[in-house]
């Protein structure tokens, strides 16, 4: 799976190079007057996770765009724990310059405040949302000896053996564990949930037949589905994924039903607006592209740049939806 996500992460990268070498650098900030000297020395992008996952990979592009197009370094630097709780509250407590960045998830800005008793930091007012990267449906994939392909007949199964089957996600109070928690919501059923550290060992567990089933990152669950070791039954996106065309919605069956991972960028609360807005015109110049596009819809993303305000609205929808869920699932962390 690293593997796989580095080649990805090397594809993307050369796109958004040749993106970047085609679009210079804004020299004027959004609005009219002249943009902040900035940047001027390295940038360090903060990713609140381990190396080699889905944020890693999203981070990695777009520092190396950034690099290229600024000609000042972009440096990544994982921070991982708490389920993105530390290397989020890095970013909150660093200096409100521009050269300290964060790329959030809606783990870490949409749901840990409602999992987790002790906070290290607000998320709602340590942070300014800058854009959107990209948005990823995850995809409910089951063990191939489950006599199961549609979700209806998973939840029928499920309704029927009540506590029987067991899911894994990344941690208790990741997305892909409320992904679960939102099934079983919806279709009136109970399973187990099986916390793992990582998407890794969710696949290695689910095709070992050690879990039954998993709603996991796109990009990592759907070419262990093409290699038939694992089953695909539906994403969990409102819209088919243009990866996997054939493969239905889970609100086709459930309407409504969202459980979409998304990636954004963040800077600490009180960087300079001019710094905010050119760094929302960047991430916009380089996802826009139709090569960027296509690059990232070739692994199950859905490039999505947008401005600090849209994103903000975003957020608060997020955050409002998954705190429903995680009342009604009683889910919570220390």
Same mark, same amino acid.
């Given at each position: ?29 959004? *609005? ?60 909150? $407590? ?6 300290? !960045?964060?790329? *959030? ?26 854009? !959107? ?63 793992? $550290? ?7 567990? !689910? ?6 089933? &998993? ?24 819209? $088919?994924?243009?990866? &996997? ?24 609360? *009180? ?64």
């Amino acid at each position: 799976m690293p593997k796989l996500l580095a080649a990805v992460a090397l594809a993307l990268a050369a796109a958004l190079g040749t993106a970047a070498a085609q679009s210079p650098a804004p020299q004027a900030a959004p *609005g009219g007057g002249a943009a902040p000297a900035w940047p001027t020395k390295q940038v360090t992008v903060v990713v609140p996770f381990t190396a080699g996952g889905t944020t890693d990979m999203f981070a990695r592009i777009f520092a190396n765009a950034m690099q290229q197009r600024t000609g000042t370094p972009f440096v990544v630097e994982n921070r991982a724990g708490a389920g993105g709780n530390i290397g989020s509250s890095v970013v909150a $407590r660093a200096p409100k310059d521009g050269y300290t !960045l964060l790329v *959030g998830t809606v783990s870490s800005h949409s749901i840990n405040q409602f999992v987790y008793k002790n906070m290290p930091h607000d998320v709602e007012k340590d942070f300014q949302p800058v854009s !959107l990267f990209a948005t990823l449906p995850n995809l409910l994939v089951v063990n191939p000896k489950l006599p199961v392909t549609t979700v209806a007949e998973l939840a029928d199964y499920l309704k029927k053996n009540p506590d029987k089957l067991s899911f894994g996600s990344s941690g208790v109070g990741a997305s892909n564990h409320l992904a679960g928690e939102l099934f079983k919501i919806r279709t009136g059923t109970t399973m187990t949930h099986v916390p793992y $550290r990582s998407s890794n060992e969710i696949m290695n567990n !689910l095709i070992g037949g050690h879990i039954d089933l &998993a709603f996991d990152n796109m990009t990592l669950a759907w070419p262990q589905a093409k290699a038939g070791t694992v089953r695909a039954i539906a994403v969990t996106s409102l819209k $088919r994924s243009p990866i &996997a065309p054939d493969v239905p919605t889970i609100a086709e069956t459930l309407p409504g039903f969202d459980a979409t991972s998304w990636h954004g960028l963040f800077a600490p609360a *009180g960087t300079p607006r001019p710094i905010v807005d050119k760094l929302a015109a960047d991430v916009k110049a380089i996802f826009s592209t139709p090569e960027v596009q296509k690059t990232l819809a070739d692994v199950g993303a859905v490039a999505s740049p947008n401005t600090p305000e849209e994103f903000s609205a975003f957020i608060t929808a997020e955050r409002k939806k998954w705190q429903e869920v995680v009342k009604a699932a009683g889910v919570q962390q220390p």
